[in-house]
């Protein structure tokens, strides 16, 4: 069992940057693919950026591709979410999720089962 914690979140005019972190426990970080996922009210969870174990593939969606970096540091057990050119869009809650299998050469939205509390961000015009 993982335990994700979110942070980072908060309020930015368009245009403008914010870094999400995301602290894990409970399983080797070092061994499973990490992503982020947002959700807007009203809409369904959205998948937005993947990367592997080995952090050698990183996946976007196209919404975000340009403008979202997600990166992560074994070491620390960290996965960083940053954010550039935000949109009035982006704005959403933001959770750190992780794959519930191990050293996948594959990352995709599917794969992702183990969820953090969410942090949000709100992006005004």
């Known amino acids: 069992q993982v335990q994700l914690v979110e942070s980072g979140g908060g309020l930015v005019q368009a245009g403008g940057s914010l870094r999400l972190s995301c602290a894990a426990s409970?399983?080797?970080?070092?061994?499973?693919?990490m992503g982020w996922f947002r959700q807007a009210p009203g809409k369904e969870r959205e998948f937005v950026a993947g990367?592997?174990?080995?952090?050698?593939?990183?996946v976007y969606a196209d919404s975000v591709k340009g403008r979202f970096t997600i990166s992560r540091d074994n070491a620390k057990n960290m996965v960083y979410l940053q954010m550039n050119s935000l949109k009035p869009e982006d704005t959403a809650v933001y959770y750190c999720?992780?794959?519930?299998?191990?050293?996948?050469?594959?990352?995709?939205?599917?794969?992702?089962?183990?969820w953090g509390q969410g942090t949000q961000v709100t992006v005004s015009s």
């Open positions: 409970g399983r080797t970080f070092s061994s499973y693919a």
């Open positions: 990367i592997s174990w080995s952090a050698l593939s990183k």
């Open positions: 999720a992780a794959d519930m299998g191990s050293y996948r050469g594959y990352v995709g939205p599917e794969i992702f089962g183990s």
